[in-house]
């Protein structure tokens, strides 16, 4: 059966979704003859791309809720493998999202099919096991973090690192106008609880109560919650409506996270991506984190690294503190952020640190390099012009 001239794409959490809709976009400005369907979110629905699944039913954290939900995702993988094999694309783009990703890259590698996986999944700290099945089952791996390549020498698999894509937006709201936002006193403080809905629950109220613990402190101090997207929003009022002891000026802000970090003093961040992109705003945070208690206890057996943050997994060294589970209570949290809202050594020292990281991310033009490498891989390994 020839190939058709469309590409799989398989994004199941919406940090995910962005970074696919932003590679969609770049491989379609040099080949828009080609096609996408998979799994997704909005913005990759905006570019184009066919959802067979959204990420709202995919997105999940944690061990013990992953096994909740295994039928559907049993569904989901099995009816995925049936239309890769009737649709024959011509490459299967699988970014992060190892749990369902790495299964599928075996089996449809297996059939023939070029596999193009973006974005790493951190198998450097908690499944070093899983390099070398990497190695067999994908045909180019291409990151976004410097010292992911390392871990790949001697398999023998094309590994390309592009930089990171959040460098370019950065980049743009900096040189963009100042954003009008409902801020209501200084110190300007920053919570983004999480985009999950279990983040949202379990962290969300630790940082309320952290935040009127600081306006205790400060009492002239503005609080606003980023949210991105209005079904988060919803989330967070549903939340802090049943929550005591928050503070009394605040607001909520959906879709506008890169504006509300350039503005504020500090934030409060629950651990994920949402770290390199405040990092890349240049903005001192306290990095938050809490599952399940089971979920806790098996990743405290797997992950072989000693930081939570992915902005200190970049810097190499602790730049920001890290509340993991029982650690994050409001008080320990007030008390990181204190030294961050007032100019000092501590959030001198913080500051540097960030711009360290910024520096290792790479240069602007992350996205354009990594739809060179997918077109690239598809022509058989023959330069395509950038």
């Given amino acids: 059966m020839p190939k058709s001239a469309s590409i799989v794409i398989i994004a199941g959490e919406p940090s995910g979704d962005l970074h696919g809709a932003r590679l969609v976009r770049a491989i379609r400005a040099q080949r828009p003859d080609l096609?996408?369907?998979?799994?997704?979110?909005?913005?990759?629905?905006?570019?184009?791309?066919?959802?067979?699944?959204?990420?709202?039913?995919?997105a999940v954290m944690g061990f013990t809720e992953v096994l909740a939900r295994y039928g559907f995702f049993r569904r989901v993988f099995h009816q995925m493998l049936h239309e890769v094999k009737q649709v024959q694309p011509v490459a299967v783009i699988l970014i992060d999202y190892p749990g369902f990703n790495l299964r599928f890259a075996k089996r449809i590698h297996g059939q023939g099919t070029k596999v193009v996986y973006y974005i790493c999944p951190q198998v450097w700290a908690w499944g070093r096991r899983r390099i070398p099945k990497m190695a067999r089952d994908i045909d180019r791996l291409v990151t976004i973090f410097p010292f992911e390549k390392k871990h790949f020498r001697g398999t023998g698999l094309?590994?390309?690192?592009?930089g990171h894509p959040l460098v370019d937006e950065a980049g743009a709201v900096f040189t963009a106008p100042m954003s009008a936002l409902p801020w209501q006193?200084?110190?300007?403080?920053?919570?983004?609880?999480?985009?999950?809905?279990?983040?949202?629950?379990?962290?969300?109220?630790?940082?309320?109560?952290?935040?009127?613990?600081?306006q205790s402190r400060c009492p002239e101090a503005s609080f606003i919650l980023a949210a991105a997207k209005p079904e988060q929003e919803a989330l967070i009022r549903r939340v802090v409506a049943r929550l005591s002891g928050g503070p009394s000026r605040w607001s909520i802000v959906t879709d506008k996270t890169t504006s509300v970090l350039r503005q504020a003093k500090a934030t409060m961040v629950a651990s994920g991506t949402a770290t390199i992109e405040t990092a890349l705003m240049r903005c001192p945070m306290v990095i938050c984190y809490r599952v399940s208690a089971l979920s806790y206890m098996i990743g405290r057996l797997l992950i072989k690294v000693p930081y939570i943050g992915m902005v200190n997994i970049v810097a190499g060294k602790k730049i920001c503190p890290e509340l993991v589970q029982s650690a994050l209570t409001p008080e320990k949290l007030c008390d990181a952020m204190m030294p961050l809202l007032h100019d000092g050594v501590e959030r001198g020292r913080m500051l540097q640190g960030l711009d360290e990281v910024k520096e290792k991310l790479g240069s602007v033009g992350a996205v354009d390099r990594a739809a060179h490498s997918v077109l690239e891989e598809i022509h058989g390994g023959a330069e395509v012009p950038l």
């Fill in 35 to 58: 096609t996408f369907f998979g799994i997704g979110g909005d913005a990759m629905a905006a570019e184009g791309v066919a959802l067979r699944w959204h990420v709202r039913d995919m």
């Fill in 158 to 162: 094309n590994v390309d690192f592009v």
């Fill in 185 to 214: 006193g200084e110190p300007r403080v920053a919570l983004l609880p999480g985009s999950r809905k279990h983040e949202i629950e379990r962290i969300l109220p630790a940082m309320w109560r952290a935040a009127g613990c600081i």
